[in-house]
């Protein structure tokens, strides 16, 4: 919630406001492997909509095309 009100309920990957707060979630940039450092480093989590969230999923789930996230 707290990265959702800092991000301006904005998707950072398509820019575009989402006041259904029920479609935002919280992202890891990177994936945290369950350390708690990263899992609650407020710069590595950004906020998205579940669009974007699911095609970001997919992706990293189709293999190692990109070795680092291309968000970099
Ligand atoms: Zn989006």
């Known amino acids: 919630m707290e990265v959702l009100t800092r991000d301006l309920f904005t998707c950072q990957m398509c820019t575009r406001s989402e006041y259904r707060t ?36 997919q992706r990293d789930e189709q293999g190692s095309l990109h070795m680092r996230g291309v968000w970099d």
Not at 28 to 57: A, Y
């Open 22 to 57: 029920n479609l935002l979630v919280c992202d890891h940039i990177k994936p945290h492997r369950g350390d708690e450092t990263l899992f609650w480093d407020m710069s590595n989590l950004q906020c998205v909509c579940k669009s974007c969230h699911d095609k970001h999923k």
